[in-house]
């Protein structure tokens, strides 16, 4: 993948993390279309989750969510060669894929799918196709 592409995959899969800082209210329908509807913006208070609603849910989604998201920053930053070292690239948007993973099965739903999708993109770059390797050069 191109610097733009990966580029774009990270601040798109922060954004999706960060979205569950902020779910939409019980019963909202989902934003507009023009902002992305519910594919940009994938949680919902009133989604059914794996895990009861209490303090473990309210404790795991904000960390879940920030840990990916700041992962992902910090990867396209390395990226660019912005104060993070190319060598933590690879272990940055590993720990943001995974982190997100789990955050997504937690709450998962039918708006699940685009980030677990961008997970699978960035898991399967990283991994399959080594392109950690080919982005130091």
């Known amino acids: ?22 779910p939409a209210a019980p019963g909202q329908t989902p934003p507009p279309w023009w902002v992305g509807g519910g594919l940009l913006w994938p949680f919902f208070a009133d989604t059914r989750t ?6 473990v849910l309210n404790t795991l989604t904000p960390i879940l969510g920030m840990t990916a998201a700041v992962c992902f920053l ?50 399967v770059s990283v991994f399959g196709m080594r392109a950690a390797v080919g982005l130091r050069g």
């Open 74 to 123: 910090m990867a396209a930053a390395s990226l660019w060669g912005w104060h993070v070292p190319s060598g933590w690239f690879f272990w940055l948007v590993a720990a943001g894929a995974v982190s997100s993973v789990v955050l997504q099965v937690i709450w998962i739903s039918g708006w699940a799918v685009l980030p677990l999708i961008v997970d699978v993109v960035l898991l």
């Open 1 to 22: 993948m191109s610097k733009t592409i990966w580029m774009f995959v990270l601040l798109l899969g922060a954004q999706l993390n960060l979205t569950a800082l902020v």
């Open 50 to 55: 794996l895990l009861p609603r209490g303090d």
